[in-house]
């Protein structure tokens, strides 16, 4: 904005400038941020999480998850070796819940990326053209919209096998829809605005219009999306998991789950079995869904005494 | 969506009828009402093809799923077990495989539309008298669920928006957010570990004991269906909750209830005559939309608590694989979806005449 009285008025680019102001934006975006606690706890959670997923293959190591060389005997409650006790076949059930949030955290961000991309590609472009096209690719949309996501993603994995990344397609594929609507909505707010105009009249390209103008613009509001569809995907992916579909040889939280059960951890109340998974379940979701909502209430102020 | 128009066509017909007939101004009245007669059937007309078409794709969707993207639906049949090539060619044959794909499809279309799903490949009975034996038990929880926690949401969303910031509306908006970042399976199985196995006030699985009958009989099915109805509620009654919570929020800033308050009315008047009435507008149609979410619920809920309906059968279709019976179950799902998606949209410009076309 004011250019020349800055100092060093001469040297400064046009690049300079802008990631001057974006280094701004994002010091205000955290200043805002940081007034919500239930935020700040979602993301110390997160954290928490992301640095256990990283951690684990040196903290822990691969060999805590053989079953064919356990390191303890089976469903042995909490002791001081084993702080959550073992599973079926003797492995630290600790272990297994850590290994779980690498399963986890990268189904909730593949899945979302998937999602992401395609929900936004196709809502950028049904909202800046007009006429067949934007109309096709609604009609698209909806076709998807109206299949129970769920149904159809289990669906998916029965069908095309067990694997971690046939989980991703399938949660990717079935939760775009909702992005793409919001894209789209977001897209035609910003493009109703005057700049636009005056791009357009310098003559800005659709693309330039589309990558320049339009992307910048509903980037934030994908952000706080992304964050919530993050925990949905998790969820989806434990739920799959649990209904047997999910990838055999990987530990995740939704099969430690589906395999106390199949072992009677619920009739013969071997809580430290069923509870910590499930518990790490609704931790995370709960994070991503308070980040995103905290996200959410610093674009729209409106939102902000909810 | 639809238009906002300022006038709605009943004013207008009571007007028709004050004035003598003949007068222009009543041939105009009846031309309007002509006119927003056919942007009704317009609208309708509409609803219902966007209906049929989606109903098209999901059946179309369903026959690519189960028919192309498993390449072999005999292998998927004879999975784990040794059969001759002579076997194979008969199953095939039995189930119309070896006919080209597009009379396949035309065979399975002209089927889901005499509502015929096809034969299971597991119990070699016809899909549709398994899923109507399994209907009721599905319809009772889901419609059960449905009810319940429609009301504790909108009760509690309600009272936490007029106390906004108020200890109770945190408390349970955090008890609603995290009840709902809880997977159901996981909540149902740890229910069943405290109530079931543990207390022992709660049956935990199936649906009714053998041999009660009579009133004792509806007792019965109620005790058994305490644990998957409070699990089911807890999951879903959250977004309820939320969206009532914000909506009545938007409405608490409005100017008319400045001049209700100004009016002289008590508080607790102006909350129910005024602002819930117009908060209550879109969380109902989520009544509808959700309905997907909470057959998704039931299929996990009924699983682990053996409840005998279609979530239950979704399951066991699943973990054969049972191919024409986890099809048949996704098109009546989705089919499920589509028509209270529609009911929703008709419904909403009766509720809201603000959006009546």
Known sequence: MT????????????????????????????????????????????SLFVLSALLVPWV????????TRPPGEPLQPPSGEFLLGTDRSGRSVLDLVLWGSRVSLTVGFAATFISIAVGGLIGILAGHFHGWLSAALLRVTDWFLVMPTLVLAVALAAVLGRSLSTIIIAIGVTAWPTTARLVRAQTLAVEARPYIERARALGGGHWHVMSRHVLPNVMPIVLAQTTLMVAGAILTESTVAFLGLGDPTVPSWGSTIQAARDTGAVSSGM??????????????????TLCGRAIEGVLNPRLRSR | MADIVPTSAVPHLEEVRDQPSGMPGARLERERDREAVRRTAAYVGQRLLGAAVSLLAVIFTSFFLF??????????????????????????REFGLDKPVFEQFATYLLGVLRFDFGESFQYHRPVLSMVGERLGPTVLLVGASLV?????????????????????????????????????????????VIFGSGLGWFPTSGMKTPGVEGF????????????????LVAVVYAQYLMVMRSSLLDEMGSDYLVTARAKGLRDSDVKRRHAVPNALLPTMTLVFINVGFVLFGAVLVETVFSWPGLGKLFYEGLSVPDLPLVQGLFVIFSATVILMNLISDLLYPIVDPRVRP
């Open chain 2, 216 to 231: 004792e009989a509806v007792l019965d099915v109620a005790h058994h269906m305490v644990l998957p109805l409070v699990t």
């Open chain 1, 271 to 288: 809580w430290w079995y069923i509870l910590p998974p499930g518990i790490a379940i609704a931790l995370v979701a709960l994070a991503f």
């Open chain 2, 67 to 92: 028919r192309i993207v498993p390449g072999d639906p005999v292998r998927v049949m004879t999975h784990g077990r040794p059969v001759t090539i002579e076997q194979k060619e008969a199953l095939a």
């Open chain 1, 60 to 67: 822990v190591g691969e060999e805590a998850l053989s079953v």
């Open chain 2, 148 to 192: 319940v926690s429609a009301l504790l949401g909108f009760w509690l969303g309600l009272q936490g928006a007029w106390r906004h910031g108020s200890t109770s509306d945190r408390v349970h908006t955090g008890v609603a957010l995290t009840l709902w970042s809880v997977p159901s399976f996981w909540l149902g199985l740890i229910l069943i």
């Open chain 1, 3 to 46: 250019t020349n009285t800055s100092s060093g008025s001469a040297r400064t680019s046009p690049r300079q400038l802008t990631w001057a102001r974006r280094r701004r934006a994002v010091a205000t975006f955290w200043r805002e941020y940081r007034r919500n606690r239930a935020g700040l706890f979602g993301l110390a959670v997160l």
